[in-house]
């Protein structure tokens, strides 16, 4: 990752799961076949050269794996 997650992720809300994921196919190849949602939320961010701003996140998930491949949609401030 390029920028840094500092402090928690607000209003957390599914965007897809399971088959109506696009990459599900990759996800089980690479993290196991587990349960996989796509989530969404808002959180405050670091970057690299210090910058700290609010950005909308987005990054898979499932029980036992956890959060992957986190990325910024948009940034907020």
């Known amino acids: 990752m390029w920028f ?5 992720i607000t209003d957390m809300e599914s965007i897809a799961t399971g088959s109506a994921i696009r990459e599900i196919q ?3 190849k690479h993290y196991g076949r587990e349960n996989w949602k796509k989530r969404k939320g808002i959180g405050t961010v670091r970057f690299h ?3 700290i701003c609010r950005a909308e996140l987005h990054w898979y998930e499932a029980h036992g794996v956890g959060r992957k491949e ?6 907020l401030e």
């Open 4 to 8: 840094e997650l500092i402090g928690p």
């Open 26 to 28: 990759r996800l089980r």
């Open 49 to 51: 050269d210090g910058t």
């Open 70 to 75: 986190m990325k910024i949609k948009h940034l």
